[in-house]
């Protein structure tokens, strides 16, 4: 089935940012806190990059190539699982896929330990419904080390549980996948992000243990979480505002290259529902490349999508006029 247009059969879309919403927020005297860190997320993070940097340039040189190729293997899997899985069929429900499509995209989603499908969504949600406000979970009013992993870093600001305690997300724990995965998320994050890209190495092509686990567990893991992470604060910061002028989210090619796609943020937060989360389809985009083929084999079917007549109509309207150079 061809990908089906939104605008003829409009999907009521609670992620976008409500207008009423927004004036009502800025009117509002914002709560002031002192930033509390959480240190044990600081030691952990810290730890996982000074490994990652001793991976990148004392490790790599010396391992075996194919531990480079399971390294890259496991990086768009991890990154499809998030990509493909929690942001655009489960955050959004851009589309629909099949059972064992679901099983991939979550294992792969575990693998890359971003937290489960589950909250992964749920801040997710959280982040689109109130972006760069004190309740978006990465607010990139705060600059780009705040929403880079600096929200990771300290105490959550109490406007994103208050507020987002109000976005819908009842839906994800009916799938039986995103249940599971979320009742043994820590043996399955584990087993999926250390264990098996360690073990895999060692067992097949004879490489040592260290070698393993310092590339294809520390350092893929790293460059997957930060890849997520530019998304959040590179394409909320810089690139050009094609189809939405009043807001941060902005086009990066970049981003896109290592985020398998996710760069087209300004698209993406003009148009949540699109399954392509950008106008261009497979351009530096694997993610769209990658759910095209599943529909081709039946896996993935009901993607949704914007008509370019309705997006050139929205960035004559609100874009910055870069759309028409
Ligand atoms: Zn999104
Ligand atoms: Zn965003």
Redesign the pocket.
């Known amino acids: 089935m061809p990908p089906r247009n939104t605008d003829t059969d409009p999907v009521e879309d609670l992620l976008t940012t409500d207008e009423a919403e927004t004036s009502v927020r800025r009117d509002e005297k914002p709560i002031v806190v002192p930033t509390q860190i959480v240190w044990r997320n600081f030691f952990w993070l810290a730890l996982l990059h000074v490994g990652s940097v001793y991976a990148l340039f004392g490790v790599t040189w010396k391992c075996h190539w194919y531990t480079l190729i399971w390294a890259l293997f496991l990086y768009i899997w991890g990154g499809l699982g998030v990509t493909a899985g929690s942001h655009r069929l489960w955050a959004h429900r851009t589309y629909q896929a099949k059972f064992p499509l679901r099983v991939f995209l979550a294992l792969g989603q575990t693998s890359a330990f971003q937290n489960d499908i589950y909250e992964w969504c749920r801040d997710h949600r959280v982040?689109?419904k109130f972006?760069e406000t004190d309740a978006d979970p990465h607010n990139a009013s705060r600059g780009f080390f705040f929403s880079h992993v600096g929200w990771l870093l300290v105490r959550k600001h109490p406007n994103v549980k208050v507020k987002g305690a109000g976005v819908d997300v009842s839906d994800l724990l009916k799938d039986p996948v995103v249940y599971l995965q979320n009742r043994y998320y820590i043996p399955l994050m584990f087993l999926l992000c250390f264990i098996v890209p360690t073990a895999v190495p060692v067992f097949y092509w004879g490489e040592s243990a260290w070698n393993a686990f310092y590339v294809a567990g520390l350092l893929r893991y790293c460059l997957i979480l930060n890849a997520t992470w530019l998304?959040?604060s590179v394409?909320?910061i810089w690139g050009m505002h094609p189809y939405d002028d009043q807001i941060n989210?902005s086009e990066n090619p970049l981003v896109s290259t290592f985020a398998l796609g996710e760069g087209w943020?300004n698209y993406?937060?003009a148009f949540p529902s699109d399954y392509r989360t950008g106008e261009f389809g497979w351009r530096i985009n694997l993610t769209t490349m990658f759910i095209d083929v599943m529909a081709f084999v039946g896996q993935a079917y009901d993607r949704k999508l914007v008509s370019t007549d309705i997006v050139l109509k929205r960035a004559k309207r609100t874009g910055d006029g870069s759309r028409f150079k």
Do not use: E, F, G
């Open positions: 982040h689109h972006s998304v959040n394409a909320h989210p943020h993406h937060h």
